[in-house]
């Protein structure tokens, strides 16, 4: 529960406890107190209206807020994967540069080692190790 709808629980409570906590107990030595004035009793009404009224305000702002933040998490996600995929060809580039780096190493040294073969054979294509 967010700190907001705690806030407007603990306000409407603060309204109503002192109403019903006046009980009258009919054994004391008191006198019966009297009855509540109309006017505290509509300025009590009203209150309570408004509060209702910010606690349904602060529920709508609430789901807003859920589907933006959930909105947000499948924007990111989704931008994650493209990462993903950017990565993954990268990492591929890259072995294949370094397969083909590896074929015409392996190329020249046949040819110093006199293979006439290994010499004439055009150098590798990274391409061909993609």
């Excluded at 030595?29 to 209702?52: C, E, F, I, M, R």
């Amino acid at each position: 529960m967010s700190a907001r709808f705690a806030f407007a629980g603990f306000l409407a409570a603060a309204i109503v406890m002192p109403l019903s906590a006046q009980a009258y107990d009919p054994n004391s030595a008191q006198p019966a107190p009297a009855s509540p004035n109309p006017g505290t009793q509509a300025a009590n009404s009203a209150v309570q209206a408004s509060v209702d009224a910010r606690v349904a305000a602060n529920e709508e702002g609430q789901a807003q807020y859920d589907a933006d933040r959930s909105a947000y998490l499948q924007a990111l996600a989704q931008h994650d994967r493209a990462v993903d995929r950017t990565d993954a060809r990268y990492a591929r580039q890259q072995t294949a540069y370094a397969d083909a780096m590896a074929a015409w190493r392996w190329q020249v040294r046949r040819c110093k080692e006199g293979h006439q073969r290994a010499c004439e054979m055009p150098p590798p294509a990274v391409a061909d190790f993609y």
